[in-house]
């Protein structure tokens, strides 16, 4: 269902479970094994993609229908909706760059699961949205959250309260995607995306990466954080040595 690739500095997370990459347990399971995997190899990135033609069409419907009809629902739901907050949440904290190539459908859970990476490239033809409401539910498993952060309150509501799935130009153009290109080009585009960042110095990238988390933490002072982070990334060994390369060009 999940495999993993091992490629240079980075790492891919290939979703295979026909027909929709449906989120039931077992995907979370497999999923949380496949970051246990790569936690150990240590990439600068982590690039996860489709081997399906959505990307990830959210919640394993079945499974929600018989929440519906089960006396014990509301909190078998409750349950189902944290596994799924555990997991984007390990993913959205993850030692790591993170790239979801969205090449189809991403919508509901699919999209919160983008969501919680650092970064999202969507082919044109790509529909992402969150289509909850249409169904008496909320995106529950962190995108009323991490869409407004991303994109602002305006666009979050017209996602969320209007039901609006939009396409991967339009994804860009609003910052739901940071890029966008043909579904023929997608895997070419986010490798090559991967393989840029993975040549940048990784504690660098981590540094960075907190710093950025920092924004949206009232507890923590991002400008206090970019003056602690030097103390650390100057005495790698991997900074002195860029430093070096760079002054002797």
Known sequence: MIEVIETGNTCEIVMGNPPVNAINDKFMSDFHAALDRIEDIGPTV?????????????????????????????????????????????????PAVTIAAINGAALGGGLELALSCDLRVAAHEAKMGLPEAQVGMIPGA???????????PGVASRIILGCETVDGVEAAR????????????????????????????????????????????????????????????????????????????
């Open 46 to 94: 982590i690039l996860i993609h489709s081997t399906q033609k959505v990307f990830c069409a959210g919640a394993d419907l079945k499974g929600i229908q018989q929440h519906f009809r089960s006396d014990s629902g509301i909190d078998d739901m409750i349950t189902y909706v944290r596994l799924m907050h555990k997991l984007f949440n390990r993913l959205e904290q993850f």
């Open 142 to 152: 962190g995108g009323t959250q991490r869409l407004t952060r991303l994109c602002g």
């Open 174 to 249: 609003i910052g739901l995607a940071e890029k966008s290109c043909p579904l023929a080009d997608i895997n070419t585009t986010s490798r090559e995306w991967a393989a840029k960042i993975g040549e940048l110095a990784k504690p660098a990238l981590l540094a960075s990466k907190e710093c950025i988390a920092a924004y949206s933490d009232d507890e923590i002072d991002g400008y206090a954080l970019e003056l602690e982070k030097p103390k650390i990334t100057m005495r790698s060994q991997e900074a002195q040595d860029r430093i070096a390369a760079f002054f002797s060009k």
